[in-house]
């Protein structure tokens, strides 16, 4: 999740801040395992477990999907 200049990751057990951006983050992250979902959201593929054309869920929380992100969301999900 992005935060400007910060980066907020959330795990299972806890949520980390990290000084980054969600670009670089991005990056770094292998692309078969995570999507970009919007432009402040990065989701990972292994824990959703639900989307819309709107949102992906994981568990209870909704993320959305923005539109220069669809595309590429539904295509690896699908």
Sequence with gaps: ESLKEYVRIHNTSNQLVDK????KMEE???PNLFVR??????????KVTAFTQKDV????IEIPIGPRH??????KLS
């Design 20 to 23: 980054s951006n969600i670009g």
């Design 70 to 75: 669809s595309k590429e969301v539904f295509k």
């Design 37 to 46: 979902t919007h432009r402040s959201y990065i989701a990972a593929l292994s």
């Design 57 to 60: 869920e994981i568990g209870t």
């Design 28 to 30: 770094q992250l292998p």
